[in-house]
C-alpha cells in the first residue's frame, strides 16, 4: 500500500517537473514573439509619413546695394544712396525630412541717387520684385542637443526671376521694368515664442545677374507655421 502511495506521488511530481519543463522551453518562444512584435510595429510607426507643415514668413529690414553704381556724367552734384527697406514674403513646405522647398517674393531697394541736369532736379530710383523657388535644410546634424544654436540655424538658397524696377523724376516720370534671372542665398536663425510662432533673423544676398544689380540685406521676420498635417 505504502509502495503505491510513493508510486503515485513519484509519477506525479514527474508530470509537475515535464510540465515546468515545457513552460520553460515556450516562455523564449513567448518573449521572442512579444519582441517580434514590438519590432513591427516600431517598424510600422518609423515608415509612417509626416507631419507636413506649411510654414509663412514675412520680414523687413535694411539693404545695401554692393555693387558697381554708374551715374550718368551729365547729372550735376550726385547724392547717391546705397540703402534701402526691404520687405520679403516666403511661404515654405516643410516635409519629414531636412531639404524644405518654397516660394519666395517680395521688394528689395537696389539704389537711388539725386542730382540736377542743366539746372532741373532729377532723381532716379532702382527696386526689385524677386519671384524664387527656393531651398531650405537647418543644420541640425552638426549637434544632437535641442537647445544648441545650430538646431535653429537653416541655410536657403534660390533662383528665378527678378522683375527690376526703375524710375526717372525728371521734367516728369519714366517708368520702366526689366526682368533678369537671378539667384539668392540666404543664412537664418530662428526663435521660438510660441507653439506656432518664431521670430528669424536673415542675411541675405540677392542677385539679379543679367542687369548687375546685387544687395545684401539684413531682416527681421516673423514664421508662422500655418498649419500641419
Known amino acids: 500500500m505504502i509502495y503505491r502511495r510513493l508510486q503515485t506521488i513519484s509519477w506525479v511530481v514527474l508530470l509537475l517537473l515535464l510540465s515546468l519543463a515545457v513552460q520553460a522551453q515556450r516562455s523564449p518562444s513567448a ?18 509619413r509626416g507631419p507636413y507643415t506649411v510654414v509663412v514668413t ?4 535694411l539693404s545695401y546695394y554692393s555693387t558697381h553704381l554708374g551715374v550718368p556724367d551729365a547729372i550735376e552734384q550726385p547724392r547717391l544712396s546705397r540703402f534701402g527697406t526691404p520687405s520679403s514674403l516666403r511661404v515654405m513646405w516643410y516635409p519629414d525630412h531636412r531639404l524644405r522647398v518654397g516660394l519666395e517674393t517680395g521688394w528689395t531697394t537696389m539704389y537711388s541717387y539725386r542730382g540736377e541736369v542743366a539746372g532741373e532736379n532729377t532723381h532716379v ?10 531651398f531650405s ?7 544632437g542637443t535641442d537647445r544648441s544654436v545650430a538646431r535653429r540655424m537653416a541655410i536657403t538658397a534660390g533662383t528665378g526671376l527678378y522683375v527690376n524696377h526703375s524710375r526717372l523724376d525728371y521734367q516728369g516720370t519714366v517708368m520702366t521694368n526689366t526682368n533678369s534671372l537671378g539667384w539668392m542665398a540666404a543664412a537664418s536663425y530662428t526663435y521660438p515664442i510660441g507653439r506656432r510662432f518664431r521670430i528669424a533673423g536673415e542675411l541675405k544676398w540677392f542677385d539679379a545677374v543679367a542687369v548687375e ?8 521676420q516673423l514664421v508662422w507655421r500655418a498649419f500641419s498635417w
Open 213 to 220: 544689380n546685387a544687395a545684401f540685406t539684413a531682416e527681421l
Open 125 to 134: 530710383y532702382v527696386s526689385a520684385v524677386p519671384i524664387l523657388v527656393v
Open 137 to 143: 535644410m537647418p543644420l541640425g546634424w552638426l549637434t
Open 58 to 61: 514675412a520680414g523687413g529690414g
Open 31 to 48: 518573449r521572442r514573439q512579444r519582441r517580434l512584435q514590438a519590432i513591427e510595429t516600431d517598424t510600422l510607426t518609423d515608415t509612417r
